[in-house]
């Protein structure tokens, strides 16, 4: 720990320097030329800087921490509105994070609850060509609701996973043993 601190002191000295038109290296002043004098590069710089001077004082002290369960009661999935329709996951985790109460629980994005569904077999993954990795559906999907759409975007086509009636259903009554699923 106190090795990462003595490397953001020297950074946050380094950045210091150069915004006073220093160089961080020799102490000389920068040329009038350099680009460091452009006042964009100032107040990023002085920016930088602020930055890393919070992170040597540390979080504060007795101030609110921000919750790193997913929590959900409830009376919240009670007012949790779904559309009606086949949704994408991205939706559903928005629908979810309407309702949840940001002092208790953290907010869920898609892609968490698709990790959290491959690990459980429910999704599959597939590696595409330049190396990249989408979600699918497999054979075992259909049972929980969940299926694929072809959909086009900017002229490329692709399989869209969603969430029909029963797979909403399923992922509400379900979240919190998804989201602590372990495997």
Do not use: W
Not at 116 to 134: F, I
């Amino acid at each position: 720990m106190n090795q990462e601190r003595d490397k953001i002191a020297k950074a946050r000295e380094m950045v210091q320097k150069m915004a006073g038109g220093m160089n961080p290296l020799d102490g000389q002043p920068l040329e009038n030329t350099c680009f460091i004098h452009d006042p964009r590069m100032v107040r990023c710089l002085h920016f930088i800087q602020e930055i890393l001077r919070k992170a040597l004082e540390g979080p504060p002290r007795g101030g609110p921490r921000k919750p790193s369960a997913f929590v959900i009661s409830a009376e919240e999935k009670k007012r949790v509105q779904l559309p009606k329709g086949k949704i994408g996951i991205n939706e559903f985790a928005r629908c979810l994070n309407e309702v949840i109460d940001t002092g208790n629980s953290r907010k869920l994005t898609g892609i968490e609850i698709n990790r959290q569904l491959k690990k459980m077999g429910v999704l599959g993954e597939q590696v595409l060509a330049d190396g990249k990795t989408r979600t699918i559906v497999k054979a075992e999907s259909s049972g929980y609701g969940i299926e694929s759409e072809k959909r086009n975007n900017n002229g490329s086509e692709y399989e869209m996973v969603l969430f029909n009636e029963e797979g909403k259903n399923y992922l509400l009554e379900n979240i919190e043993k998804i989201m602590v699923f372990t495997g």
